[in-house]
């Protein structure tokens, strides 16, 4: 196990400007400094509550110490149900903290804690926030498909806090940490190398270390490590130069945050197969793609998710019989010539390679803030791995295949070679939990 360096955390949330790359952004949060020594001495059983945009895991994480490292790991994951996206903040948090209870009523007697002591939550929330300290930040608003309006500018760890009293779980949250930097923290504890994370999941977010003094609107101390970590929150870049069609406008128009999260809808799970739908809604109304009539089920928003979307990208075979199959299972559509089934592969394999190659743009950008995009003369290339992680990067192999591409594209062969992409799957949960050791009350 590397020994782990000391990282100085930075939490700001970026709010783009018209042009956004990280060094034009504005600071809209306080910074808030947080030291966060993730050495390898943490021991025990820690736990991790990872609130996404689709499913929330609970993770328990056994850490060894010195030499131990993380001896185990076991979460359970469940979906959120859509009414509580939108609906009261107590149905939300009591039922997260309901199924945080129950993963804890399940455990034996090999879990149980030294009398006086709670167990203690690193909390993945992946939302943007802004940090006012190690365990406590106000929601700055909702992405993806939540609107919980009353939770606007509240600290979500006292939500979960209340949640859990009312649950009579004593459990005690120790660190709140984005899913984004958590992944860069569990990515940092095994690899010194990782300088960068990215999450394409529902939503889309990347984080990095940045050095100290980069940081013009920094006042506070300088971290003793010269290094911070910089929460892009880059869902919300907007430019002029991304590529956005009518169907994007539309979307983002019917959204439930319109004029926000543009590159996130552009590049993230939870938008792709909307745009692919309403590119076949307008094929069917004008060039009668599937007949004279157009499919009822085709005006019905999101009823084609990317996983069936990337179904239907991955078909090999020869009849595009998965395409067939989720024609009729999803839009009831019963029946389709091979050529209709191949325009179809097309316009996912269009919106798929627009938003990987604009995921690997925004990795580029990270790269070359840090000055790790070009190979300097007679320097030899310091190695800089990413830690992806997040359902759409894990599942969509044409999507994650096309964005590396991209990179070495971008890069060139000999700059690509020193730049390595790794999947860190659950990074995020085990960096809360890292950090929740490493915030321990009990330390
Ligand atoms: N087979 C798949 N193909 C393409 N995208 C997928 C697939 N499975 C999941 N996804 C995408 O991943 C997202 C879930 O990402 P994940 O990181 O697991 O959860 P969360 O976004 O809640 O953190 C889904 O919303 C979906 O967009
Ligand atoms: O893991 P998920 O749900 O896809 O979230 C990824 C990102 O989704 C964005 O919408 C949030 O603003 C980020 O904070 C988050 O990191």
New binding site residues.
Partial sequence: MNESPHLRFEYSVYKSGEEVGVDVCSFIAELILRLFSCSSHETGLYYALDL???NFRVLRVHLGGQNGGLVNQEFAEVPIPPELMTGAADALFDYIAAELAKFVAQEGQEHELPPGRKRELGFTF???VNQTSIASGTLVRW??GFSIDELVGQDVVTELTRAMKRQNLEMHVSALV???VGTLAGGRYTNKDVAAAV?L?????AAYVERAQAIPKWHGALPKSGEMVINM?W?NFKSSHLPLTEFDNALDMDSLNPGE?IF?KVI?GMYLGEIVRRVLLKMAEEASLFGETVPSKLQVPFILRTPDMSAMHHDTSSDLKVVASKLKDILEIPSTSLKTRKVIVEVCNIIATRGARLAAAGVIAILRKMGKDVAKEGELLQKTVIAMD?GLYEHYNEYSKCMENTLTELLGEEVSKAVEVVHANDGSGIGAALLAASHSQYL
Avoid at 201 to 205: F, L, R, S
């Fill in positions: 996404g945009g689709t992946s939302f943007p992405t993806k984005n899913d984004t999450i999941g529902t939503g889309t977010n929150e869902g999260q996130e993230s997040g």
